[in-house]
Nanobody
Framework: QVQLVESGGGLVQAGGSLRLSCAAS????????MGWFRQAPGKEREFVAA????????HYADSVKGRFTISRDNAKNTVYLQMNSLKPEDTAVYYC?????????????????WGQGTQVTVSS
């Protein structure tokens, strides 16, 4: 069992930055691939970024590539999402998720555990 708690969301102006954190419980955190997803009002949840268990591999949605960076610290049981050059269209609830495989980690169905989400609002 893995419990995930996101933090770091808030209100920021367009062009600004935020860093989201996701703290995981459990001693097996380092064996999980981790992902970030987001859901805007009236829209479906969408993939943002994922990272392999070791941190050696990562990939991003085209909409955030070059602006967002996912990273992890297995010693701290934490995964991060650094978000730069934020745009109003990045406004959403952001969720972290843990899955047993990095394979096809763009798909929400590949994840076993989810956090409760943290709100990110980008004003224009």
């Amino acid at each position: 069992q893995v419990q995930l708690v996101e933090s770091g969301g808030g209100l920021v102006q367009a062009g600004g930055s935020l860093r989201l954190s996701c703290a995981a419980s459990g001693r097996t955190f380092s064996s999980y691939a981790m992902g970030w997803f987001r859901q805007a009002p009236g829209k479906e949840r969408e993939f943002v970024a994922a990272i392999s268990w070791s941190g050696g591999s990562s990939h991003y949605a085209d909409s955030v590539k070059g602006r967002f960076t996912i990273s992890r610290d297995n010693a701290k049981n934490t995964v991060y999402l650094q978000m730069n050059s934020l745009k109003p269209e990045d406004t959403a609830v952001y969720y972290c998720a843990a899955g047993s495989t990095y394979y096809r980690s763009s798909y929400a169905g590949r994840y076993d555990y989810w956090g409760q989400g943290t709100q990110v609002t980008v004003s224009s």
